[in-house]
Every structure is written in structure tokens, then in C-alpha cells.
């Protein structure tokens, strides 16, 4: 796909799928962003992921991609950077470039989001607390 090219339907539906699944499995948020962008990549992924997170301690990640430049950038807070090794981020991002590298953008997104919420493993069970003669749902 090139640059400017919007996504079709189908490959929307695909990432927004991958993109659940990985929230679904880790309890993190995930977001991902497919645009050109102006200057450093690192700093525009850093200031947008700052804007979407509630809370520097919510676990979080952004894979911020800019096809036409052929640069790519994943940022996690620091909640998720305990979760998602920089090891495990610089492999999800290898198999990202690789399918990218021979036109499967959409591929390359979907493959990169499993591997990333493998890495961060399932989320923090929610165990039954009751509270007030209510049965509520607290973390650990």
C-alpha cells in the first residue's frame, strides 16, 4: 500500500480484530496509527501516546507507522514496558518490517500486534470483592 492510500474495509476490520484481541488477552490498550509524520518519529509517538493514555501508569502501547517513509515506532508506558521487554518490541517490530518490506502492511500490523500481546502475557485477574453487600470486580 502507499502512502495515502486509505485502508479498505476489510483490512480496517483486520488491525481493529488484532488490535481487540491483543487488548482482550493482555488488559493493556493498544492503538495503532498509520500516517506520514513530520520529524522524529520517536517524539510524535511519545506526544501521542501521552495524549491517549489517562494515566502514565496505565499500561499502554502505541505502533505509530509511516509507510511512505518506511519508518515504524512502538512506545509503551512504563506500566507496559514492564510487561513487553525491549527485546520482545524489537522482535514484534523485525516481523512487522519484514512482511511490510514485501507489501503485506496490513499483515505485517497484525502479526506484529499477537506478537506483542504475547510477549505482554495475560493481564492481572480480576478477583470478586464484596464491598458494601455488592459483588464487585477489583484488581489484585
Known amino acids: 500500500m502507499a502512502a495515502g492510500e486509505a485502508f479498505t474495509r476489510?483490512?480496517?476490520d483486520r488491525i481493529e480484530?488484532?488490535?481487540?484481541?491483543a487488548e482482550a488477552q493482555t488488559g493493556m490498550r493498544f492503538w495503532v496509527r498509520v500516517a506520514e509524520f513530520e520529524g522524529n518519529i520517536k517524539l510524535e509517538a511519545e506526544h501521542l501516546l501521552a495524549n491517549l493514555i489517562?494515566?502514565?501508569?496505565d499500561p499502554?502501547?502505541?505502533v505509530l507507522i509511516a509507510p511512505g517513509s518506511r519508518r515504524l515506532e512502538v512506545m509503551t508506558t512504563q506500566m507496559a514496558r514492564r510487561r513487553i521487554s525491549d527485546q520482545a518490541?524489537?522482535?514484534a517490530v523485525l516481523?512487522?518490517?519484514s512482511l511490510f518490506a514485501v507489501g503485506d502492511l496490513v499483515g505485517g500490523i497484525v502479526n506484529g500486534l499477537r506478537q506483542l500481546a504475547d510477549a505482554a502475557g495475560r493481564g492481572p485477574e480480576l478477583e470478586p470483592e464484596v464491598h458494601h453487600g455488592q459483588l464487585e470486580s477489583a484488581p489484585r
Open 60 to 62: 499502554a502501547l502505541l
Open 95 to 97: 516481523t512487522m518490517t
Open 17 to 21: 480484530r488484532a488490535r481487540r484481541g
Open 54 to 57: 489517562g494515566s502514565p501508569r
Open 89 to 91: 518490541a524489537g522482535l
Open 10 to 12: 476489510e483490512q480496517h
